[in-house]
């Protein structure tokens, strides 16, 4: 399987970079400012003391998985966002998209991202990344802040 050609945009923020860059692949010029603000808005929260987090963390985002499905309604744009708890059926409809050349948004735990710093690696399901290609077990994504694509 090949990589898909895929326009790297910078982002700030996970999620809404990652929604703003499928619109833009998909052909609707926006940028991720945009997608934050018509997603509606902004979630504080401080998180003190949980078991996955090591230290205190301020968080100011929607509750992920929001961007995507908030933005869509008014935009008139579709999304189609699928849960899955069958790695083998995950696994299928990942190839099954990327052979169509569809680079796929996915949410992801912060732990196995090798990109991240150390003490930033936490087992928290909160980080999303563009899957533009596979070989194999290596995953092709873009990363918001650093380009271009990299393996997994």
Not at 3 to 13: D, G, T
Not at 62 to 85: L, R
Not at 108 to 120: A, K
Request: charged fraction near 20%.
């Amino acid at each position: 399987m090949s990589q898909i050609e895929f326009k790297h945009h910078m982002a700030a923020h996970c999620e809404s970079g990652t929604v703003a860059a499928l619109l833009n692949h998909a052909g609707l010029e926006i940028t991720e400012p945009m997608v934050f603000g018509i997603s509606s808005g902004i979630f504080f929260g401080y998180f003190s003391k949980m078991p996955s987090l090591t230290f205190p963390t301020f968080i100011v985002r929607n509750k992920p998985g929001t961007d995507a499905q908030k933005y869509c309604p008014p935009s008139g744009s579709k999304i189609c966002n699928t849960t899955f708890f069958i790695a083998r059926r995950r696994e299928k409809e990942l190839d099954r998209l990327l052979d169509q050349n569809i680079p796929v948004g996915v949410q992801v735990d912060f732990f196995y991202m090798n990109y991240l710093p150390s003490w930033y690696r936490v087992h928290i399901n909160m980080h999303y990344i563009t899957v533009v290609g596979k070989k194999r077990r290596q995953i092709y994504r873009q990363r918001l802040l650093f380009p271009p694509a990299c393996r997994t």
